[in-house]
């Protein structure tokens, strides 16, 4: 018997498939759907009117509308109503008139059921390959389909090989059935040579160490191996049982806090300000190939932007190395020009430099004044809060107003029901204590969530292996079973290692359980077996050899004719065209274009705050919307938009005064008593707002300037300033710099930069030539000139 414990026995086995040069792996997988005791089964017709929607809400949302005087057609506001729907249980409605989305869904889970996957393959990591084909198979009494993909990925030769004709039958010409078709990804080589493999496969295996170096010894176990396995080579068998949102915090906070490491260190993704010699040429195939392939716009147009950037840098920088150096000594030419600064005394230049001295320890003073007056602003607004500290309730308190009949405040709402689980505006069969309405998956993610920024501090560009973060999951248990402990009930993983007689891994078999009150139950199984270790079966590369490209397979068949379908995911279909009705927008894209409609008919933050945030509580706390008026929703939206916005500075005097009155009204003065929902509304206005102000800025700037090379340098100078001071002489460089960047801007767009685009280029713009900013500045202002 192996002396070592399970947990390194387990983790030795997992980690046999790093140690050799190759193996073969097969496996199937499988899902169980019991939708018996979840909502997708119910049988209630949906409708394409506004029925479903609560009348009492429907009702109160057309005064409000109309109160805030959100003018909308007929078809949009049914269209906005649907939306809340469906955002409020996203099988209540259904396009068809004939059959309802949970039907739908019932049927698709119907389906998965009697689906059977199946995969195998094999890995080469000296010949940097691997090969994976996959198997779908569904039977019935009087239905049989099965449908095979194989696929090999080559990083060697930077290909993706696969035959999709079983999967794709329309797309393959007839010529094509057996053959592999190719995708060629050599142009990310750059970025797969940076990445450090050694320290990939390192951190591979740390991630795969993990669940097992953390599980307590009530959670790994030897397993019986019966005659069977051992018949198969199987000598040891060790079973890890956990909880899915235990497994799936444990791995978030890994990767949570060895982020900088992957990111740099592994995957090499390093900044540098530091160009290749033919990043030019790079940058401009990249923008042409971009081109032909008709890729989306904004893409094409970051292309253009980087290889024009970098055509503009070689003509300035070259003519400015001759400006500065030609004829005499680069260092005598900087002392020359500190001199002739100077007027020749070096006492005025002493001078000089002790008053820009002065100027920045008065300009760090002022910072601390401010910063003093925000610190007595805070005290006075904190004054407030601290005397409101003692209103938050306790779990008592919360329970004894189940069966209150006042009017509650919403800051007692939210807090009650965030804090203890206690819904008091849910109907009288609703009023028992629970946790959220979320589905125990969301509840993991939440509870994921507020255990992240425990983390935060050890965050590192070092690695932090599984024994070191082992000791700080330790160190936190406390707080991670408290968040643990309010995100409902747990969904129970079980993973089954077989080892053989050298304590490789040869059998995995996962089994996931989930509960879900939407859904309802359903599993998940996945088992993999890897043989061959060393051994693994070749891949065949004359296949490969032969293998045509997607266009060469494709040519002929009835791709060509599916044009339209990638048209219309650039928004340009014929539907759209032809004026008919396209599909129905999201509830947050709706959101989204009233609160553009709004704030560019009023200008108003708060107004168009207002209607975004009561809207989505109509959608996902109906019952806070029919507990208050429409005015009282609009006051508890006002302190909303100031608590969730950093950048709405606060009214002052007597509009202060009822601003605090409101929080305290509402009972709105703790974070504790905020909804989260704050946050995504505070998203969708600052978003509207800021899009109009800049549309009107850019509006302005283009009426005034006229000329692509006059708007671009204008926006030029706004984005340098905006990153570095200025004194007045250097202002005035600045815009003669822009001038020359506009021109060339203007002239390489027509294909046409040369020298004479850089004319009136001098010695005194060397400082003011930055390219990250003319890229920037060219992709705005080609956006905007469209």
Same mark, same amino acid.
């Given at each position: 018997m192996d002396n070592t414990s399970l947990e390194q026995q387990a983790v030795t086995g997992v980690n046999a498939m790093y140690e050799y040069p190759s193996y073969d792996y097969r496996g199937n997988m499988g899902f169980q759907f019991d939708t018996s005791k979840g909502k997708v089964t119910s049988t209630q017709p949906a409708s394409n009117s506004t029925q479903n929607l609560d009348p009492a809400i429907q009702k109160q949302l057309d005064q409000y509308l109309k109160q805030q005087k959100l003018s909308l057609s007929k078809q949009e506001k049914q269209a906005l109503y649907e939306a809340i729907v469906t955002e409020q249980n996203p099988y209540a409605y259904s396009k068809g008139s004939d059959s309802?989305?949970?039907?739908?869904?019932?049927?698709?889970?119907?389906?998965?059921?009697?689906?059977?996957?199946?995969?195998?393959?094999?890995?080469?990591?000296?010949?940097?390959?691997?090969?994976?084909?996959?198997?779908?198979?569904?039977?019935?009494?009087?239905?049989?389909?099965?449908?095979?993909?194989?696929?090999?990925v080559d990083f060697q030769n930077y290909k993706f090989y696969a035959n999709y004709f079983a999967f794709m039958p329309y797309l393959v010409n007839k010529d094509s059935q057996a053959s592999y078709a190719y995708l060629d990804f050599s142009k990310y080589k750059q970025d797969l040579d940076r990445v450090n493999v050694p320290k990939l496969v390192d951190y591979l295996k740390q991630m795969n160490a993990l669940p097992y170096a953390?599980?307590?010894?009530?959670?790994?176990?030897?397993?019986?191996?019966?005659?069977? &396995?051992?018949?198969?080579?199987?000598?040891?068998?060790?079973?890890?049982?956990?909880?899915?949102?235990?497994?799936?915090?444990?791995?978030?906070?890994?990767?949570?806090?060895?982020?900088?490491?992957?990111?740099?260190? !592994?995957?090499?993704?390093?900044?540098?300000?530091?160009?290749?010699?033919? @990043?030019?040429?790079? #940058?401009?195939?990249?923008?042409? #190939?971009?081109?032909?392939?008709?890729?989306?716009?904004?893409?094409?147009?970051?292309?253009?932007?980087?290889?024009?950037?970098?055509?503009?840098?070689?003509?300035?920088?070259?003519?400015?190395?001759?400006?500065?150096?030609?004829?005499?000594? @680069?260092?005598?030419?900087?002392?020359?020009?500190?001199?002739?600064s100077c007027g020749g005394d070096q006492t005025t230049c002493d001078i000089a430099e002790s008053a820009y001295t002065d100027a920045e320890d008065a300009v760090e003073t002022d910072v601390d004044a401010r910063a003093v007056d925000a610190d007595a602003e805070d005290v006075a607004t904190g004054a407030v809060a601290a005397?409101?500290?003692?209103?938050?309730?306790?779990?008592? #308190?919360?329970?004894?107003?189940?069966?209150s009949k006042k009017h509650l405040a919403i800051g007692d709402v939210t807090y009650c029901q965030d804090m203890y689980g206690v819904k008091l505006l849910q109907p009288a069969q609703g009023n028992a204590k629970s946790t959220?309405?979320?589905?125990?998956?969301?509840?993991?993610?939440?509870?994921?969530?507020?255990?992240?920024?425990?983390?935060?501090?050890?965050?590192?560009?070092?690695?932090?292996?599984?024994?070191?973060?082992?000791?700080?999951?330790?160190?936190?248990?406390?707080?991670?079973?408290?968040?643990?402990?309010?995100?409902?009930?747990?969904?129970?993983?079980?993973?089954?290692?077989?080892?053989?007689?050298?304590?490789?891994?040869?059998?995995?078999?996962?089994?996931?359980?989930?509960?879900?009150?939407?859904?309802?139950?359903f599993g998940i199984n996945l088992d993999m077996q890897v043989s061959n270790y060393g051994h693994a079966t070749p891949i065949d590369k004359k296949a490969l050899r032969d293998a045509k490209s997607v266009e060469e397979v494709t040519k002929g068949s009835m791709l060509e004719n599916i044009v339209t379908g990638f048209t219309k995911s650039l928004g340009m279909s014929e539907s759209a065209v032809d004026g008919e009705q396209t599909d129905r927008l999201s509830f947050d894209q709706q959101l989204s274009d009233l609160a553009e409609k709004t704030f560019a008919s009023t200008g108003s933050y708060i107004k168009t705050y207002q209607s975004v945030f009561v809207l989505m509580l109509s959608a996902n706390r109906p019952e806070v919307v029919k507990h208050y008026s429409n005015s009282e929703l609009n006051e508890i939206a006002e302190v909303y938009a100031y608590r969730f916005n950093d950048r709405l500075e606060e009214p002052k005097g007597k509009a202060l005064t009822r601003l605090n009155n409101l929080k305290e009204k509402h009972k709105l003065l703790e974070p504790d008593q905020f909804d989260e929902l704050g946050y995504s509304a505070a998203r969708i206005v600052q978003e509207a707002s800021e899009?109009?102000? &800049?549309?009107?800025?850019?509006?302005?700037?283009?009426?005034?300037?006229?000329?692509?090379?006059?708007?671009?340098?204008?926006?030029?100078? &706004?984005?340098?300033?905006?990153?570095?001071?200025?004194?007045?002489?250097?202002?005035?460089?600045?815009?003669?710099?822009?001038?020359?960047?506009?021109?060339?801007?203007?002239?390489?767009?027509?294909?046409?930069?040369?020298?004479?685009?850089?004319?009136?280029?001098?010695? =005194?713009?060397?400082?003011?030539?930055?390219?990250?900013?003319?890229?920037?500045?060219? !992709? =705005? !202002?080609?956006?905007?000139l469209k």
């Open positions: 309802s989305s949970a039907r739908v869904a019932a049927g698709l889970m119907n389906f998965m059921n009697d689906l059977k996957i199946s995969y195998d393959g094999s890995v080469h990591y000296r010949d940097k390959m691997a090969s994976l084909n996959l198997v779908a198979k569904y039977q019935k009494p009087t239905l049989l389909v099965e449908a095979k993909l194989p696929m090999v953390l599980a307590d010894t009530k959670q790994l176990q030897r397993v019986h191996v019966s005659a069977s &396995e051992k018949q198969q080579g199987i000598r040891n068998k060790i079973r890890y049982q956990g909880d899915l949102g235990n497994l799936m915090l444990q791995m978030s906070l890994f990767e949570q806090i060895n982020k900088p490491y992957l990111t740099q260190r !592994v995957m090499g993704l390093v900044e540098t300000d530091t160009v290749s010699e033919d @990043a030019s040429t790079v #940058a401009e195939e990249a923008a042409k #190939a971009a081109e032909a392939a008709g890729v989306a716009s904004s893409e094409l147009v970051s292309a253009q932007a980087y290889a024009s950037s970098e055509r503009v840098a070689t003509l300035i920088n070259n003519r400015l190395d001759e400006l500065l150096y030609s004829g005499q000594d @680069a260092a005598d030419e900087v002392v020359e020009a500190e001199e002739a005397a409101s500290s003692s209103q938050l309730l306790s779990e008592q #308190a919360c329970e004894a107003l189940l069966g959220a309405s979320a589905s125990a998956l969301e509840q993991k993610v939440l509870a994921m969530q507020e255990v992240q920024h425990i983390f935060e501090p050890y965050v590192s560009d070092q690695l932090t292996d599984v024994q070191a973060f082992k000791a700080l999951w330790i160190k936190h248990q406390p707080e991670i079973q408290a968040a643990l402990a309010e995100s409902g009930q747990a969904m129970p993983v079980t993973i089954d290692v077989a080892l053989d007689n050298q304590g490789r891994a040869v059998d995995l078999a996962y089994q996931l359980q989930f509960a879900d009150e939407t859904i309802g139950n899009g109009a102000k &800049e549309y009107q800025a850019w509006n302005k700037r283009i009426q005034q300037y006229k000329t692509p090379q006059a708007v671009f340098a204008d926006y030029y100078i &706004e984005l340098f300033k905006d990153d570095y001071e200025l004194n007045a002489e250097q202002t005035t460089n600045l815009k003669s710099a822009a001038a020359v960047l506009g021109q060339a801007f203007a002239d390489d767009r027509k294909n046409k930069l040369s020298e004479k685009s850089i004319a009136k280029l001098s010695k =005194d713009h060397d400082g003011f030539m930055d390219y990250d900013l003319y890229e920037k500045a060219y !992709v =705005d !202002v080609v956006n905007h």
